[in-house]
């Protein structure tokens, strides 16, 4: 088993520009969580999916962010346009019945 | 609403020491119950859960934690540290249906001195 899969696993890009993280979730699962990890603000849940539809978006930050499961086996999330404070590591996870979270190994994210 | 509370943000403690780390929830629903580990630089696993059952779980190297209904309480306790220990804990609680949501807590740092 592959486990959930992410990429880039490191990321610098400068202010302004557009970053797309990306998840491969575990074969068979059917929720998909991205959070994001900062040392001020701790682990916080983005957005969650299941069966490839958002159900919960609140924890985005603003209107920047966005993600999309197009499919079971993918999915993304966007920043644009990207701005230092974004600057985290960014963690896709991946469950099925809701019983264990499975992580990923994240993202690293530094917007100059 | 569910919430978690780890009060210790860092837990310094001898080798061979015991320890343990606190974690208090609160939920108007039934919980399910989660330890997660992350060493530096690394994403999080799993440690332990408390689905039903036995209110005492363990984990295969070593740590263990009691689901205490009447105190809202799923404490980590090992009785004996190594240095390769050294992480961050979270403990994090989600409902037993519908969406399955974690809520975690702010992690307690364990740090294992030799």
């Known amino acids: 088993d592959a486990g959930v899969i992410q990429s880039p696993r490191h990321e610098v890009t400068e202010m302004g520009q557009e970053v797309t993280l990306r998840c491969k979730p575990i074969s068979g699962h059917n929720s998909l969580f991205w959070y994001r990890q900062t040392m001020m603000r701790g682990l916080e849940l983005l957005i969650y999916f299941n069966n490839n539809v958002p159900i919960d978006d609140s924890g985005m930050p603003e209107d920047r962010f966005s993600a999309k499961m197009p499919n079971a086996s993918f999915s993304t999330l966007k920043i644009q346009p990207s701005e230092p404070r974004d600057s985290a590591v960014y963690f896709c996870?991946?469950?099925?019945?809701?019983?264990?979270?499975?992580f990923g190994p994240g993202t690293r994210l530094t917007v100059l | 609403a569910q919430s978690v509370t780890q009060l210790d943000s860092q837990v310094p403690v001898f080798e061979e020491a015991p320890v343990e780390l606190r974690c208090n929830y609160s939920s108007s629903v039934s919980v399910y119950l989660f330890w997660y580990v992350q060493y530096p630089n690394q994403g999080l696993q799993l440690l332990l859960k408390?689905?039903?059952?036995?209110?005492l779980v363990e984990s295969i190297n070593g740590f263990e934690a009691e689901f205490n209904k009447s105190q809202t309480s799923f404490h980590l306790r090992k009785p004996s540290v190594h240095i390769s220990d050294t992480a961050e804990y979270f403990c994090?609680?989600?409902?037993?249906?519908?969406?399955?949501?974690?809520?975690f807590g702010t992690g307690t740092r364990l740090k294992v001195l030799a």
């Open positions: 996870a991946s469950s099925f019945g809701g019983r264990q979270q499975y």
């Open positions: 408390y689905l039903s059952g036995s209110t």
């Open positions: 994090a609680v989600s409902g037993t249906s519908g969406t399955y949501k974690y809520i």
